[in-house]
């Protein structure tokens, strides 16, 4: 039978789709590693990773154990914390994934409290793009999620914390900055500013222009928040922002006026996302909890 550790050198090499890179990973030599991945091959009698490619790739047989493999060694992990919890109390480093159109805005406010409330807890805070971030959520690479609804994924719970208004804004000598309302009729035919296709929020911005018959700016995407409000700025185009970010000290409206469209709101819904079944899952609850009251404290 394959043990946990060859089933760790494997799932490694398909993350790292590299034997040096793979070995550091899992903090083996490299020899070990092939040697190991060698009986763990002869055991199964399969071929699991092609040789001599300049990448360490799987074949179709070794894609599916990796699969497999990664759900046993979660489930272990959970065995593993689940034997090791005192009550509730969360003790340790919790990998905990936000979106970077949210955590800057939100989080500190939230860490600081927490850490008073559990000293013990360290928070190891990673941004990232949030539907990949749900895989890692569901491979075991992260603990917990906070980020824009639909969160989705094998085996993920999805608790619904609140939501937050989206606004338009203008650069401060955009023509529209100087009314005090705009109409759709008004606003139709505007250039839009996004951030990259592959955030959930450009989907978000990319059905509100089809909605006010906007035109969205493929050409100049944004990487951040922060770099659509300086583009917005600089008279590029309008652009759409959150609440939490309108409101926060890093965000803010520097160089833009935020537009009173009339007859048009839009929100978006935050939501915290955990594992099934997860060994800690009272103690992630708890943490949303604390994360919905604060958000909606500010949000009043």
């Known amino acids: 039978m394959p043990t946990l550790r060859q089933l760790e050198y494997l799932v490694a090499i398909a993350d790292n789709q590299h034997f040096g890179r793979a070995a550091q990973a899992v903090h083996v030599s490299q020899p070990t590693l092939s040697q190991q991945l060698r009986t763990l091959e002869d055991r199964l009698g399969v071929v699991l990773v092609e040789r001599g490619a300049p990448t360490a790739e799987l074949t179709p047989i070794g894609r599916e154990l990796v699969e497999r493999a990664r759900k046993i060694l979660v489930e272990v992990r959970e065995l593993r ?35 008073r409330q559990q000293p013990d807890l360290r928070l190891y805070i990673r941004e990232g793009i949030p539907d990949d971030q749900a895989m890692e959520l569901s491979r075991g690479a992260l603990d917990m999620l906070l980020g824009p609804m639909p969160i989705e994924g094998p085996s993920l719970h999805v608790e619904p914390l609140f939501s937050e208004r989206l606004y338009m804004v203008a650069a401060a000598d955009h023509p529209l900055s100087a009314r005090t309302t705009v109409t759709r009729a008004d606003l139709a035919g505007e250039t839009v500013l996004s951030l990259d296709r592959r955030h959930s929020f450009h989907r978000q911005v990319t059905a509100i222009c089809s909605e006010l018959n906007l035109e969205l700016l493929s050409d100049y995407e944004g990487t951040s928040l922060d770099s659509l409000r300086q583009m917005t700025g600089s008279g590029l185009g309008l652009s759409i922002l959150p609440e939490f970010y309108i409101q926060s000290e890093v965000g803010g409206q520097a160089g833009v006026k935020v537009l009173n469209v009339d007859d048009w709101t839009a929100n978006r819904a935050i939501a915290a996302s955990w594992r099934e079944g997860a060994a800690y899952a009272p103690a992630y609850r708890a943490i949303a909890e604390h994360i919905q009251a604060e958000a909606r404290s500010q949000l009043a």
């Open 81 to 115: 914390a689940m034997a090791h919890r005192a009550g509730e109390k969360l003790a340790g480093t919790l990998r905990f994934g936000v979106s970077p159109t949210l955590g800057p805005y939100l989080m500190p406010s939230i860490v600081a409290a927490l850490h």
